[in-house]
């Protein structure tokens, strides 16, 4: 009979794995491109190949391996912040501009650690902003501007 550690750790891994289905058939219309000019499904189909893979390893990861403490409360707060930094970048990557989203993103997930430090966040937020520009905006031709709708 199965215990219910490791029924929630197939349903969890199950759910990661729909997840990364449903990503991956997202992309199946979209064109891939070339490693010079990327096409739309490369990220949903890479982030959806990564979630299927993940979402197996949850599922089949013995128990044994993990400690035999109780599991840790879920971070609601942290959740929440965190899924709400994805939807401001989301939101804000046409409007304002990719800068804009990015530093959204950066602070509304930052915010989720309790111990925040308003300093760190802006330096990650300026080095993922950097790296923004220079690796997709400019190297990789990404279709966003710095600061404004396109």
């Known amino acids: 009979m199965m215990d219910s550690r490791k029924k929630a750790d197939l349903l969890c891994g199950a759910a990661v794995a729909l997840l990364g ?6 992309a199946t219309g979209w064109e891939v491109g070339s490693l010079r000019r990327i096409g739309p499904a490369v990220f949903p189909g890479l982030v ?4 299927v893979g993940l979402g197996i390893a949850i599922a089949l990861v013995d128990d044994r391996i993990a400690d035999e403490e109780a599991p840790a409360p879920v971070n609601l ?11 401001a970048f989301t939101m804000l990557i046409k409007s304002a501009g990719l800068i804009p989203a990015i530093w959204a993103a950066v ?4 915010y989720a650690d309790p111990a925040f430090r308003l300093r760190d966040t802006a330096l990650v937020a300026l080095i993922m902003s950097g790296i923004g520009l220079g690796l997709f905006v400019h190297l990789l031709g990404f279709q966003a501007r710095a600061f404004g709708a396109y």
């Open 21 to 26: 289905v449903v990503a991956l058939s997202s």
């Open 48 to 51: 959806g190949a990564v979630l």
């Open 77 to 87: 707060r942290g959740l929440l912040l965190v899924v709400a930094g994805l939807a």
């Open 107 to 110: 602070f509304l997930s930052a």
